[in-house]
């Protein structure tokens, strides 16, 4: 069974730009969660998306927002970039909520 | 609101030795999951174990072994005979029955080992 793919695998993007990101679950899976990691801020929590759904949503900015598709594939958009927004973003999946979430290779994002 | 500590920022053993990494976290759920990943350079998580807090046995894989403790809200992480192929960051997560699929993570652990 394929893995979690996130597309695409780097990403460099100037101040005010916008950026969307892309995550493939594993094949069943119907969560699909994200997550921002940081030197300074550690690993923290964007949002769930289920079943199209948005289930929870972590302690961020509006700028940051998502989708999923019917295939349960998701998507995380991110508005007026700011230097502080470099970062790894991960995504990972999970049949059902509370279940072993499989994390994808994540994107790393560098805004100049 | 959840937390989890990860004390040890960096551990640095020789080839061989065994060594464990703490982890000590808080919740107000009665049912919650704890979870160990390990990074390796290339940044993907990889699962290692998750245990539900209903489930107090400790639990071997290998050259890997957890140990669970409600009463002092610990879920200690123990590599014996560590290789050099174990160097990486070590997460500790919880997720508990209240909040979803959010995982909050410790600051992780960077092992070293050194041949």
């Known amino acids: 069974k394929a893995g979690v793919t996130q597309t695409p695998r780097y990403l460099i993007k100037t101040r005010g730009q916008q950026v969307t990101l892309s995550c493939s679950p594993i094949?069943?899976?119907?969560?699909v969660s994200w997550y921002q990691q940081t030197p300074g801020q550690g690993l923290q929590f964007l949002f769930e998306?289920?079943?199209?759904?948005?289930?929870n949503k972590g302690n961020f900015p509006g700028r940051f927002s998502g989708r999923q598709f019917s295939n349960s594939r998701s998507e995380m958009n991110v508005s007026t970039l700011e230097l502080g927004d470099s970062a790894l973003y991960l995504c990972a999946s999970s049949f059902e909520s509370q279940e072993t979430q499989y994390f994808g290779p994540g994107t790393r994002l560098l805004v100049l | 609101a959840q937390k989890v500590t990860q004390a040890q920022t960096e551990i640095s053993v020789v080839e061989k030795e065994d060594v464990t990494l703490d982890c000590v976290y808080e919740?107000?759920?009665?049912?919650?999951?704890l979870f160990w990943y390990k990074q390796p350079p290339s940044g993907e998580l990889v699962f290692l174990i998750r245990?539900?807090?209903?489930?107090?046995q400790n639990e071997i894989s290998g050259r890997y072994s957890w140990n669970f403790q409600k009463s002092t809200s610990s879920f200690n992480f123990t590599i014996t005979a560590s290789q050099v192929v174990d160097s990486a960051v070590y997460f500790c997560?919880?997720?508990?029955?209240?909040?979803?699929?959010?995982?909050?993570f410790g600051g992780g652990t960077r092992l070293m080992v050194k041949p």
């Open positions: 998306y289920f079943s199209e759904t948005q289930r």
């Open positions: 919740t107000r759920d009665t049912t919650y999951y």
């Open positions: 245990r539900n807090s209903f489930d107090e």
């Open positions: 997560a919880l997720s508990g029955n209240n909040a979803g699929n959010m995982l909050t």
């Open positions: 094949s069943g899976h119907r969560s």
